[in-house]
Each structure stands twice: as structure tokens, then as C-alpha cells.
């Protein structure tokens, strides 16, 4: 298609030549922590929208859009109308926290889209450039405000390259947060998958915080991501979601949502807690909330701002560009229905990709919401199997169709722990939240649908009278569904297929916990014939290498031997 031509068919001129000299100065000149230029290396020129023109002539299409970053695409002309205004009009570009009617505008326009429960008594923070600056003032935010230290954070969780991001992330070098099961179902922590698999981590987890010997003290706060991008493309079930808002509010514990990258009508809602319906206490954002350009800012319950003056602050946390192009981002993105939009696309490409790809025995399966798409491959060899039998990309259960898991939990562990109480944000007041009539109260022990637990009272307390767990109503039998072994994930296979994209003109991102996950974050603007180009060109790489890996094996496949491209999340 015209849109993925190449403008020349081979680069050994001029052209060629300052592409190749600025690669190589790079790679001379720049830290080896850089990431993203290892695998892809082109030199982009000129962009607009889906299209990135390289200084060797040749045109790709974008579906790493700077991870997330480029809501609309590069250079939308609504956003280059925001920052020339700005320029054009002599207002100041960088004003601290001082109050500017560019500033103003966006925090209007920001407020209108958060969710009702938190729209009409936010504060927000405007912080450092980056994502994990606005993670970072989130955990300073609630340890403040409850005089707690502790958090509660999941494996495969990414939040940032900072000490404190990084320490609630998956990759974290030492432990200095409790670590939880996050659900998901091809890779299910216990075996199971699907519904059982989330309520078994759901379940992990309140007892975690009702055990009094458990060694994790109350924390001042858990943070989780709505879905996990970095960790693997994996949404969180929307009734685990509802159950950890629950959780945490029955305990006095703010709940913080990193929508770094799921926002911004990302998962076909414009936050991606909208899903589910809860309302957090905090709020993380940054990315496309700057229209392309660098902003990052917390949003959070009023009454958790108990902070003194200058308790957080950074030097460009007044960039009037970033806030004038993200609040063109975010009204075009309301007004023109594009998170329904991705939604929808989204589903489509996923359905697509599966039939599509469901034959090849190195794909694992094919998962996401929205416009957030994971393809995880795997070892067609491997001692396991696909989560839907050999051979087939499976519909993960974890995954958009079964996010709905039918939980009927009433609430969990009562008390007031701390000084901070968020019981105005607890789902029982929220769209799509529990009624917690089914459940007996007045300190009388009731019983989930899947399993006694406790409705109030001490922390840790125990109905003496409760069946074992097998006979409780709903109990899981693990004897009736066997454990799933699926196959080992393949980096290498991966790589393979970033590098084949990227021979086709198309560049993907690589994630997951091994980095065998082939990840798209196209723009929301993507338009049907971008979206077939890059169907076919990912199905035609995936293709390619799965032949290859038929034809010599994992031993002699050419040109599996690079590393693949890590790519983090949040910078």
C-alpha cells in the first residue's frame, strides 16, 4: 500500500550515507543504557500521524508511538495549532507553578474526564517531566498522608526508572515492597487461569492483609496498573479490579492506578479504570496527556493533601507547550469518540490477528484492550502447550472477551487503620461495585461466593464455624481442571519479528517479563487502511520467521542471535 512504500528502493547514496554516519555516531557518542536504537535503528526526519520518514528515505509505520506517548499520532495538526499559538502569543513557556490561563485551560479540560467519583474533589500535582517523577510524588503523596511506609505493588508491574519506581516494579533488584499476584491467564502464577486463576489471586492477597503474621504491616498504599504494558500486555479482570478498590478501602489503603500508558482512551475507555468502574485515590499521568511533549502530574483525592508547601516540586513542572498541546489532545480525543474508536478497532485487529496467526505453534496467544495488543511468542518445541491446545493463539481469558469474572465478594476485612479514610470511595458508592447487603453485617463472619472471609472487625479474624474450603459455596476443586504448563516464552523468536517489521516498514515494541511479547500501540487516529497495512505486515513477519524456525530450528535460524529491545514503559 502507498502508505508503507518505501522512497527509495535502495539507500547506498547521500542519503544513506548521513543515515549510517549519524547511527554511527550515535552508537560512539550515546550511554549504553539506550534501548530502543538497538533494535530499531533508523533516523527519523519527518512525521505525521502513523508515518515516520527515515533520513535514508525509507517510510515506516509507527505502532510503538513513542510507547504510548503519541495519542494522536506525530504532528496532528490540532496539536501544532495549540503550541504555535502559544509561541505566536509571547506567553512565558516555562513558569514553575505559577498560574497561566494555558495552565488553567488544561487542568479544566483534564478535570472534565476523570471519573465521577473523583472529578468533583481532585487536586492535582504537576510534577517532573517524566512518568515516574508523577510515580514517585504518588508514593510520597500517601505515605504522607497516612504516616505509613509500607506498599503494596504486583510482579510484572512497570512504573518507572527511578529508585522509588523502581522499587515497586517487577524488576525491582531488592525487595522494598510487598509483592503481589497480578491475574492473568496464559501465564497464571497458579496454574489455573481465567476466573479461578484471578480469584485465587484476589484471594492471595486479602489474606496477605488479614493475616496478622503475614510480616507486611498495613501499608500506606497500593499501586497497580489497570493493564500491565511493560509486564506483557496483560488487562487486569474488571472484578479483581472492583475487588482491590474494595480491599483497599475496607482497610484505609489509597489506592494509587498508573495510567502512564493506559490512558488517554488508550483500552477503548479514556482511562482505563473506567472499565471497571472504580474510583482510585490517586491517579498517575503522563505520556499522552502532553499531546507528544513532556508532562507528567498526579490527580488525587482532597483529602489526602496534607502536604506542607514545596513538600514536592521540580523545575519543569510549568511547561506551558506540553500543557497547551495536552489539552488539545485530550479535548480531541473526547470530542471526536476516539477511545470508544479504539475500542472497537482494537477488537477488530485482535480477532484478525487471531485467525490470522491461530495455526502457528510459536505463538502463544494473541491478547490486550483497545488499542493496547500483545502477541507473546513462544517455543514451538517447548515441554508445555498453548493455553487453547497446540498450535493455536489463544483467546486468553484474562484478556479483553472474559474480563467481566462474575466475582460476588461483599466487603472485606472492616477497621479503621489510619488517619486516612477513603470510605467515600468505596465501590459500594460506585458505578458497577458490589452490593454489600448479600454479605451479613454487624461483625457477623459471611462468606464469599468462592470462599469464607472476613466482613469486619479485627484484622485477621477467623469464623470458627466456616466449612473447610473445599465446601464452601463456590470453592474451587482443583481435581476437576488440571494446572496449564504453557510453552516457554521465545525472546529470541521475538527479536526475529521485530527485526522482520521493521524490514517490512513497520516498527512494534518488544515487552513481557522474558521480552517475548510483540506489542502495537498504534495512535488512536490510525485509519482502516493503516490498520490492514499493519495487520498484514505483522502476520507476514510472524510468517516469516515461524518458517524459518521450521526450516533450521532454534540452533541454525538465521538472524535470531540480537538482543531484543526491553523498552520501558515509563520513563
Not at 185 to 201: I, K, N, Q, S, T
Request: charged share 20%; with cysteine; aromatic share 4%.
Amino acid at each position: 500500500m502507498a502508505v508503507t512504500e518505501s522512497l527509495a528502493e535502495e539507500a547506498h547514496g547521500p542519503a544513506g550515507a548521513v543515515h549510517e554516519g549519524i547511527l554511527r555516531r550515535q552508537s560512539a557518542r550515546e550511554s549504553s543504557a539506550r534501548t530502543y536504537a538497538r533494535a530499531l535503528p533508523i533516523v527519523p526526519v519527518r512525521a505525521r500521524g502513523l508515518t515516520i520518514e527515515g533520513a535514508d528515505g525509507r517510510r515506516y509505520l509507527d505502532c510503538l508511538s513513542g510507547a504510548g506517548t503519541l495519542a494522536l499520532g506525530h504532528n496532528h495538526p490540532v496539536v501544532l495549532a495549540a503550541v504555535r499559538q502559544v509561541l505566536d502569543s509571547g506567553a512565558p513557556l516555562s513558569v514553575l507553578d505559577l498560574a497561566t490561563p494555558v495552565k488553567d485551560a488544561f487542568i479544566t479540560e483534564l478535570f472534565r474526564t476523570l471519573p465521577p467519583g473523583l472529578a468533583g474533589r481532585a487536586r492535582v500535582q504537576f510534577c517532573g517531566p517524566a512518568g515516574t517523577d508523577a510515580v514517585e510524588a504518588a508514593l510520597k503523596l500517601v505515605r504522607t498522608a497516612t504516616g505509613r511506609s509500607g506498599v503494596l505493588a504486583f510482579t510484572g508491574a512497570y512504573h518507572g526508572m527511578t529508585a522509588g519506581a523502581l522499587a515497586v516494579s517487577g524488576g525491582a533488584p531488592e525487595v522494598q515492597a510487598a509483592r503481589l499476584p497480578y491475574p492473568q491467564d496464559y501465564r497464571c502464577p497458579f496454574g489455573v487461569g481465567g476466573p479461578h486463576g484471578a480469584e485465587l489471586a484476589a484471594r492471595w492477597t486479602e489474606s496477605l492483609l488479614d493475616d496478622p503474621k503475614s510480616g507486611v504491616p498495613l501499608p500506606a498504599g497500593m499501586i497497580l496498573e489497570p493493564v500491565q504494558g511493560e509486564g506483557g500486555v496483560l488487562p487486569a479482570p474488571d472484578d479483581w479490579l472492583r475487588r482491590m478498590r474494595r480491599l483497599t478501602a475496607d482497610r484505609a489503603i489509597p489506592l494509587i492506578a498508573d495510567e502512564v500508558q493506559t490512558g488517554v482512551g488508550r483500552t477503548g475507555a479514556f482511562w482505563a479504570v473506567d472499565h471497571s468502574g472504580i474510583t482510585p485515590d490517586v491517579m498517575v499521568l503522563s505520556k499522552a496527556i502532553g499531546g507528544s511533549l513532556p508532562l507528567a502530574v498526579i490527580v488525587y483525592r482532597d483529602d489526602l493533601d496534607v502536604w506542607q508547601p514545596g513538600a514536592h516540586a521540580g523545575t519543569f513542572r510549568g511547561n506551558q507547550l506540553a500543557m497547551a498541546a495536552g489539552t488539545a489532545t485530550l479535548a480531541y480525543v473526547r470530542e471526536n469518540g476516539l477511545a470508544e474508536r479504539a475500542g472497537r478497532l482494537g477488537a477488530r485487529m485482535m480477532e484478525q490477528l487471531r485467525a490470522d496467526l491461530g495455526g502457528l505453534a510459536c505463538v502463544g496467544e494473541v491478547r490486550g484492550r483497545g488499542l493496547m495488543i500483545g502477541l507473546e511468542l513462544v517455543e514451538p518445541e517447548g515441554t508445555g502447550e498453548p493455553a487453547s491446545g497446540a498450535g493455536s493463539a489463544a483467546v486468553g481469558r484474562g484478556g479483553a472477551e472474559l474480563l467481566d469474572h462474575g466475582f460476588a465478594a461483599g466487603p472485606s476485612g472492616g477497621g479503621s487503620h489510619g488517619a486516612y479514610d477513603p470510605s467515600a470511595a468505596a465501590s459500594g458508592r460506585e458505578p458497577g461495585a458490589y452490593d454489600s447487603g448479600a454479605v451479613p453485617s454487624g461483625g457477623e463472619r459471611g462468606a464469599y461466593a468462592f470462599g469464607a472471609g472476613p466482613s469486619g472487625g479485627e484484622r485477621g479474624a477467623h469464623d470458627p464455624g466456616a466449612a473447610p474450603f473445599e465446601m464452601r459455596p463456590g470453592a474451587y476443586d482443583f481435581d476437576t481442571v488440571p494446572a496449564r504448563t504453557p510453552r516457554p516464552a521465545a525472546p529470541r523468536l521475538a527479536a526475529a519479528v521485530q527485526r522482520e517489521c521493521l524490514r517490512r516498514g513497520l516498527i512494534v515494541e518488544l515487552g513481557g517479563r522474558h521480552s517475548a511479547v510483540v506489542r502495537l500501540l498504534p495512535p488512536l487516529t490510525i485509519s482502516d487502511e493503516q490498520t490492514a497495512a499493519v495487520l498484514d505486515r505483522l502476520a507476514d513477519a510472524v510468517a516469516a520467521v515461524a518458517r524459518d524456525e521450521e526450516r533450521h530450528g532454534p540452533q541454525g535460524a538465521r538472524g535470531h542471535d540480537s538482543d531484543p529491545c526491553p523498552g520501558p514503559g515509563t520513563d
